[in-house]
């Protein structure tokens, strides 16, 4: 079966420009997750979706950052005024259910953002 | 308490030799922690896990230790290879519900 898709693969766009970063998670899956991870760092987290419930919106950097998730599937990570700093991979991840055991997070491969 | 300390940030070892990279976090109600594996220009994977109710799981090479009390656990890879070269993330579930990360252990299995 498909795996988590993420798209575009790579986007470059000009500071202060709006992008949006698309993930559509395994069919089925009930959580989503959205995560930063700039050159050689590790996984900072952004935002979780489980469910119909209110997302867990903690890891935000700014209020130029926003996600939903339409339908309980597809999620939309929108940037707006982009900066440089901003430029990283986007990884998005989802799991079947956090109550059960089948938590296993599966990866997108990720979206490459440069902001020029 | 959300957040997991990992460590060592960098590991070399000779192939061969056994390799540990141990996680600390201070959520108590945290209860599944798993660890990732992420090759260069690769998405992480997902190569071990383990519940608050077991103490230690093993699959070939690998074996992840869970110490309730101290709020740590660690990963061990033995007779490591070539090939186990790669950055590893430890995880865990907190009391939110959220998977989040250690900052990451880049091994290098030197020939």
């Known amino acids: 079966g498909a795996g988590v898709s993420q798209s575009p693969s790579n986007k470059v766009t000009e500071k202060g420009k709006d992008v949006e970063l698309r993930c559509d998670p395994i069919s089925g899956h009930t959580a989503l997750y959205w995560y930063r991870q700039s050159l050689g760092q590790g996984l900072e987290f952004l935002i979780y979706f489980q469910g119909n419930s209110a997302p867990d919106k903690s890891g935000l950097p700014s209020d130029r950052f926003s996600a939903e998730r339409t339908g309980g599937s597809v999620s939309t990570l929108t940037i707006q005024r982009t900066q440089q700093e901003d430029s990283a991979v986007y990884l998005c991840?989802?799991?079947?259910?956090?109550?059960?055991?089948?938590?296993?997070?599966?990866f997108g491969q990720g979206t490459r953002l440069t902001v020029v | 308490g959300e957040n997991v300390e990992q460590h060592p940030s960098t590991l070399s070892v000779q192939e061969g030799d056994s390799a540990v990279i141990k996680c600390t976090y201070s959520?108590?109600?945290?209860?599944?922690f798993p660890w990732y594996k992420q090759e260069l220009g690769k998405r992480p994977q997902l190569i071990i896990d383990?519940?608050?109710?077991?103490g230690e799981k093993k699959d070939q090479r690998i074996a992840v230790t869970l110490n309730k009390t101290a709020k740590h656990f660690s990963l061990h890879i033995t007779e490591t290879q070539p090939e186990d070269s790669a950055v590893y993330f430890c995880?865990?579930?907190?009391?939110?519900?959220?998977?989040?990360f250690g900052t990451g252990t880049q091994l290098k299995v030197e020939l």
């Open positions: 959520d108590s109600a945290s209860n599944y």
């Open positions: 991840a989802s799991s079947l259910t956090y109550r059960s055991k089948d938590t296993e997070a599966f």
């Open positions: 995880g865990h579930t907190g009391g939110g519900n959220k998977l989040t």
């Open positions: 383990i519940r608050s109710n077991v």
